[in-house]
Structures are given as structure tokens and as C-alpha cells.
């Protein structure tokens, strides 16, 4: 094993004490949770930011693996006993990952040892972070063939965009909450998010539209046909808690 993931199983690597929120993914069509993502806080809830704040070039991959472990550590206490677990979304950061079938042993191993299947746990990275479009590639290509789902996070607001998609699909495509807000009241909102929507299908990834704020909103998107949402009108994130989205009707 490589060096630097034996130093990720100290406790000290990173050098500051985080847990996780859960906010589920809705499937309106099914009504049931589609998986929850794993969001850092602080040791008691704190937000993220004194957290996120704290990672450093130095510490980045340690912060990466641990927050890893400690998502799965929680998700499989807080998942029903059973043979299909609901989904874990975990957002990784590429730039920490060095050689992905290195990076990925201790995730693997701590999945074998609290019992999480590899094949629902979900990779996301935001298209926002500036990252080598191959070395992405690398990650993503590895984490398929291990079985994992691999997901883009803030579709449409980052730097990646349309050049990877025609490079590779990945299982998921979450838009970004800056094109669903107000999508209501804004008609070209609406002829992006459509367009997206049609293209995703070509391709065969699920959408899922994040941020969702309000009752407009959610309606607008199930007229369009979206299944898979998230937002603060059907949960917000619940510190080391699963919990089940309140759907109001539309």
C-alpha cells in the first residue's frame, strides 16, 4: 500500500476532528430516497466552512481519504440492515488522488469492513474545481470498472463542461442550483435546463436537479419530466441522520 494511505488511517493526518450531514436524493417517481450525500461539518455540526477552510496542498489527499472513511463508517450504522443499503454520495476531491488504484484501497477496504456495498457508493466532484481533464478521465475510468457510480456535481457553472461529457458519461449529471432557482418565473432557465435534460437522455445519465427551493420550482421540474431532486424544500442536511424528504404537493 502506497505510503501516504497507510499515513491516511492516522487519526492526525488531517489534524482537525469533522463529521457529516446526509441530504437525500429524491425519486419522485418511486417516492423512496435514491441516496444520500455525505456533506462535511464540524464535530458538533458546525458548518463546513472552518473545516474546508483548514485543507491545504499538504493535507488535501489526508482530508480526502478521511472524509471517505468517515462517510461510510456513518452511512453503513444509519442504513437499514439490509442486502441493498440506500446510496451513498461521496464528493471527492481529484486534485487529492494521485494514482487512482492506490488512492482507492482504504476506501475499499473500510466498504469491506462495515459491510457497505462498493456498488452503491456514488463518486461526485464538482465542475467547478480546475482539474487535468485526463488525470479526471483516469479517476473516473478506474472508479467504473471498481463498480462504483460516478456523478459531475454543479453541472453548468464550472470549467469541464461539455468537453468531458463527450469524453466520458458518467452514471449521474447533478445541475447546477443556479439554473433551477427561479426556473418558475424565468422562461430561458427553462429552455436550458430542458435542452440539458434531452441531452443527458441521448447520452442515458440520470439528471439530477439540486437546490430545489420552492413548491414552483419542484412543479416546473416534474412537468419536465425530472425524477431525481434535492433541495432544501424536501430536506436539508441532518447532522449524522438519514432522513426521509417531505414531498409537498404540487
Avoid: W
Avoid at 436524493?25 to 435514491?34: P, Q, T
Avoid at 440492515?81 to 488512492?103: D, G
Amino acid at each position: 500500500m502506497a505510503t501516504g494511505c497507510v499515513g491516511c488511517r492516522d487519526g492526525k493526518a488531517f489534524g482537525q476532528p469533522f463529521s457529516m450531514a446526509f441530504q437525500p436524493i429524491l425519486d419522485l417517481a418511486s417516492g423512496k430516497v435514491f441516496a444520500q450525500e455525505a456533506l462535511v461539518r464540524g464535530p458538533a455540526g458546525e458548518g463546513a466552512g472552518h473545516i474546508l477552510s483548514a485543507v491545504t496542498d499538504a493535507n488535501r489527499y489526508a482530508f480526502d481519504q478521511q472524509c471517505r472513511v468517515r462517510a461510510l463508517e456513518l452511512a453503513a450504522r444509519l442504513s437499514p440492515q439490509t442486502s441493498s443499503p440506500q446510496r451513498l454520495s461521496i464528493n471527492f476531491m481529484p486534485n487529492a488522488v494521485y494514482e487512482p488504484r492506490a488512492c482507492i484501497r482504504l476506501t475499499l477496504e473500510t466498504a469491506e469492513r462495515v459491510g457497505f456495498p462498493p456498488d452503491r457508493i456514488i463518486f461526485e466532484f464538482t465542475e467547478s474545481e480546475r482539474v487535468d481533464t485526463d488525470h479526471l478521465l483516469a479517476i473516473l475510468t478506474t472508479y467504473r470498472s471498481i463498480g462504483f457510480m460516478t456523478a459531475i456535481d454543479d453541472f453548468g457553472a464550472g470549467h469541464s463542461g461539455l468537453n468531458l461529457l463527450a469524453r466520458f458519461q458518467p452514471d449521474i449529471v447533478k445541475l447546477d442550483m443556479d439554473l433551477i432557482r427561479a426556473i418558475d418565473r424565468e422562461p430561458a432557465k427553462r429552455t436550458v435546463v430542458r435542452h440539458t435534460l434531452a441531452m443527458l437522455g441521448d447520452f442515458g445519465i440520470k439528471p439530477v436537479c439540486e437546490g430545489v427551493e420552492t413548491v414552483g420550482e419542484l412543479a416546473v421540474l416534474r412537468d419536465m419530466g425530472v425524477s431525481l431532486v434535492q433541495g432544501y424544500l424536501l430536506a436539508k442536511p441532518t447532522f449524522e441522520r438519514f432522513v426521509m424528504p417531505a414531498v409537498p404537493a404540487v
